[in-house]
């Protein structure tokens, strides 16, 4: 049975850093897309990255590009978004999702992902 457990969230002050963990079981990544989204109270649940088969393409929001990495272990069993300077705007409740390795040029679309983890909350402030 495919799931997903992310951990990592916590409170950090501006300009610092998280590192999330997304850890599969019931799959190996090879062949699928594994994408971190996060949702802000009142506000729609938005795309953040993505990671990709075999040869594990990376995508990007605008929002976090220069500021986050994906990244997965040799074993390709856990999924890591490292995340820094991290801002105010960067609060939300952090979920990491599987889904067929062909959505990558479509990833940021919640409904091409059939599994959700339970998500880890980050909040930035001072």
């Known amino acids: 049975q495919l799931q997903l457990v992310e951990s990592g969230g916590g409170l950090v002050q501006p300009g610092g850093s998280l590192r999330l963990s997304c850890a599969a079981s019931?799959?190996?990544?090879?062949?699928?897309?594994i994408g971190w989204f996060r949702q802000a109270p009142g506000k729609e649940r938005e795309g953040v990255s993505c990671i990709s088969g075999p040869e594990g393409r990376t995508n990007y929001a605008d929002s976090v590009k220069g500021r986050f990495t994906i990244s997965r272990d040799n074993a390709k069993t856990t999924v890591y978004l490292q995340m820094d300077s991290l801002k105010p705007e960067d609060t939300a409740v952090y979920y990491c999702?599987?889904?067929?390795?062909?959505?990558?040029?479509?990833?940021?679309?919640?409904?091409?992902?059939?599994?959700w983890g339970q998500g880890t909350q980050v909040t930035v402030s001072s």
């Open positions: 019931g799959f190996t990544l090879d062949y699928y897309t």
């Open positions: 999702a599987v889904g067929p390795s062909i959505i990558f040029n479509v990833w940021q679309a919640t409904k091409m992902y059939s599994r």
